[in-house]
């Protein structure tokens, strides 16, 4: 006689479709009405996912949508096990791609049966949370020196098209291996799958694919899918922060287009508009996905967020919001790019709540107020030198002005993960031999090496080295043509 097996079945819910109005679906349940954040699937193969966010009543649910609604009906069945949207963690998904269900897009091999793990969690207490204020440590001599990010803060990256911005991001993730041993997660909100796939193969050729995890909810997809993708990559690096112990870095592109996705998920939902046309919960939404990122006692999230400013207005409810949860903000310059200066920082515009002498040292805090100082006085000084030239400057004008354009040829830097491009070599630069440099500049060491020799160099001794081969190449010229000269005499 045989044995028989009993196999643990979901229990279901099944309702039925009674409303359409483009992602909004409302679903009658005669009896167990999914909680909120419930995924109800519904379509003729369940292939059309939507999440709950109100109960109309004791029977109606109204939910968003997260996949296209195309062949959705009235009448038709819906079923829930009322259970959330949840993602695979674990080991396996690092180097790997996925949308906001957790299925990869990467067309690589299917994915081990994985630990799945709610999108919706909530963020660590204070007890929790470590209260120490460290510094981050990236490798970039601009960034760490000018504008030091915080060990489990939130930076806002503000920069146009072809200014860097991902180039300095893909940089940040190779060197986080290097200086943290930590895991990087980049999530695209509202990214173009175009620069989507252009991410994809920048990172593979640039061989930090494997010690990262990509998200990405397309400007394609229904807003309930963009509007959910960063609480998903969340999720992920959570995983890696509270279970692994490791530190993570996670890139944000785009952090307004998340504000914009629960804007069209609000208006859809017929919820009073707000100032300028945003959601009245613009601020909790934000919350509930920024207060996650925090660093804890096993380990911490650093997060880089990609932020566009409507028309520049920085009073614009969405930057007033994002800007109250940033502990840096690094301005990304065309002027700077379009001269070749990379990384293009705006090094007068961009501000830390980290520079403060309690934090960084003192050292570091004096030698950071006389580079602002510098290159302020540079700046002012610009408008004399385009109409009378550097001539007519005093002496002290003239130091300042050596000064000003070492320091911004010495924040230049060569980026491992452009080397296939430029054929020059990556250089990582640690922060006590960056500051040396800026102080030896300061002090006026290198008033006889030519400016070209601080550019796209790691540490100043390489710039000692480089001085010595030009002047050595140049006294080798002027040996040569004063030969040529008594050879002539000679023959003449």
Known sequence: MGTKIHVKREALSVGRVISIRGSVVDVWFDQGVPAINSVIRTGS????????????????VRGIALTPTQGLSRGMTAETSGK??????????????????????????VLPKNKLRNIHQPPPSLEKRSTKSEIFETGIKAIDVLVPLEHGGNAGLFGGAGVGKTVLLTEMIHNMVGYHQGASIFCGIGERSREGHELYHDMKNADVLKNMVMV???????PGARFRVGHAALTMAEYFRDDEHRDVLLLIDNIFRFIQAGMEVSGLMGQMPSRLGY????????????????????????????????????????????????????????????????????????????????????????????????????????????????EQLSVADRNIVNRARRLERFFTQPFFTTE?????????????????????????????????????????????????NKQNGENGDQKESKEDVKEEDHAA
């Open 216 to 222: 990405f909810g397309q400007m394609n997809e229904p």
């Open 84 to 109: 959330q949207l949840s993602v695979p963690v674990g080991p396996e998904i690092m180097g790997r791609m996925f949308d906001v269900f957790g299925n990869t897009i990467d067309h690589g091999p």
């Open 279 to 390: 959601q009245p919960t613009l601020g909790t939404e934000l919350s509930m996905l920024e207060e996650r990122i925090a660093n804890t006692k096993s380990g911490a999230i650093t997060s880089i967020q990609a932020v566009y400013v409507p028309a520049d207005d920085l009073t614009d409810p969405s930057a007033v919001h994002t800007f109250s949860h940033l502990s840096a903000s690094i301005v990304l310059s065309r002027k700077r790019a379009s001269e070749g200066l990379y990384p293009a920082i705006d090094i007068l515009q961009s501000t830390s709540k980290m520079a403060t002498p309690g934090i960084i040292g003192e050292r570091h805090y004096s030698i950071l107020n006389q580079i602002r100082e510098t290159l302020a006085q540079y700046e002012e000084l610009k408008d004399i030198i385009a109409m009378l030239g550097l």
């Open 420 to 468: 296939q491009f430029s054929g020059i070599k990556g250089k990582g630069v640690r922060l006590e031999d960056a500051l040396t440099g800026c102080e030896r500049i300061l002090s006026d060491e290198f008033s006889d090496l030519p400016e070209s020799a601080f550019y796209m160099i790691g540490n100043i001794e390489e710039a000692i080295a480089k001085g010595k």
């Open 45 to 60: 193969n369940k292939e059309i996912i939507i999440e709950v966010l109100t109960q109309l009543d004791d029977n109606r």
